[in-house]
């Protein structure tokens, strides 16, 4: 194996593309992010990391809400678009149709693949920047993305980032069972 | 949009899939994880959630270090295999082919994507679980898979899991480059 440089050939494995919705003071924000990940199954909860200087995470501590939207293929200029440009210049409410949940707090993308309303349970610091671990209280998906009651995500088309080349990749094909597929080497 | 039974059924966005590697005492052990997230660039941090009785958090715990590998679809059935099956049960040391990086301290997976040797920096309780936090010490790669020295996903071929149907999904297509395909969006 090759030894690369951390610095100028750092990459990482695929993370997933999710918009982070924000309402505070009536202005609703969007922004993407890729540092996302489950932290827990019951209760459900969602962690993201993101730069303490971002408009979004003055509006979670201010407001102690935010949703995590799964943005379908379909939506992936808009995604991108909303990871560009800051709330602070410019008013980016209107980039995605909203909804709103049975907690009534927080914003969500109307017609994304699945939307998480998250309550903020936690911040902890890593190297200054804000780690925000929510709690799912809600959670919503169109009836066209779901097969027998679950989200399929053959039907949501979502996509991935990838930071080694700066770009989103799509999901194409499921290619096995988990916790099956390594079967055949257990002895 | 529809409401879903948070319970019944929970979904979330692709997640990584990763081998996490450890040695404690000469026992070099792998453990599937997808509770994995990048934390911050500089310095370039990891970090992953298990259980805390997982026997990888244990030796996370005594030996203070761990490696993150990306495997390739190759790799797809021992990746499998070492989530499916304890290193409390099975010596799983042989399942794959391990170097060890200039530390020393831990093994990581010949001919993996890309492998990152990480000395844990912190331990935060979430639920009672470990999220390890890692910074990263080394990166490897296996020259086949890297495009002007670097990375290349397209030659990795990595797979994502998605729990909503409990499968592993292949990346396939480079769709669009990130923070170019919303400029038509900007006003």
Redesign the interface.
Known sequence: ??????R???????????VVGTEEMGQINWMTV????????N?????I?LSKNHHTSKAIRNTGWFS?N?PT?RQ??????????SGKE?DKSK?FPS?Y??KKKVP?I??CG??FECALS?T?E??G?P?F?GR?E??????EY?TD?????AKIH??????????????????????????????
């Open positions: 194996m090759e030894t690369l440089n951390i100028k050939q750092f990459a990482n494995f695929p993370m997933p593309t999710v890729a540092w996302c990940m489950q932290l827990e199954y209760p459900p909860m969602i962690g990391v995590v799964l293929i992936m200029e808009s995604t991108d678009y909303v990871g560009m440009v410019k980039v909804f949940g049975d969500m109307e017609g699945i939307a936690e902890i890593i190297n920047d780690l671990i799912v809600g959670m919503y998906s169109d009836p779901l009651g679950k989200p399929d995500f979502p996509f991935v980032f990838c930071m080694a080349d700066g770009s989103y990749w799509s999901l194409e094909k499921r290619v096995a069972k988990a916790w099956k597929v390594g079967e055949s080497l257990r002895t």
